[in-house]
């Protein structure tokens, strides 16, 4: 499956920015998906994720409460809905696909067989 994430941007603190992971290739609906970041000198760390069917969803303690991840499978796209954005959330997204149809969503970058290329997301004071 190939992914493509869009959306990011320069925004100010308390602002809002949905960012978009269109896929194809395989049918999207076999994988779960996630949103990662990384934001300068740090590791890549999970920020939300949806299971392969869609009846789980789990969120970085940083993001809960503000971010929302969601899926269209009509047009094979995952969604993430960021809100009171705050400077820490300032890094370079990224979505990925995991293969493996679990009940729950896996938050270890190394799970995900498939990555798009990141999309940089910068919060301003």
């Known amino acids: 499956v190939q992914l493509q994430a869009y959306g990011g941007g320069l925004v100010q603190a308390g602002g809002s920015l949905r960012l978009s992971c269109a896929a194809s290739g395989r049918t999207f609906r076999s994988y779960a998906m996630g949103w990662f970041r990384q934001a300068p000198g740090k590791e890549r760390e999970f920020a939300a994720g949806?299971?392969?069917?869609?009846?789980?969803?789990d969120y970085a303690d940083s993001v809960k409460g503000r971010f929302t991840i969601s899926t269209d499978n009509a047009k094979n796209t995952v969604y993430l809905e960021m809100n009171s954005l705050k400077p820490e959330d300032t890094a370079v997204y990224y979505c990925a696909a995991d293969s493996i149809q679990g009940l729950r969503v896996r938050v270890r970058p190394a799970h995900y067989n498939y990555w798009g290329r990141g999309t940089q997301v910068t919060v301003d004071y």
């Open positions: 949806i299971n392969w069917n869609g009846g789980s969803t």
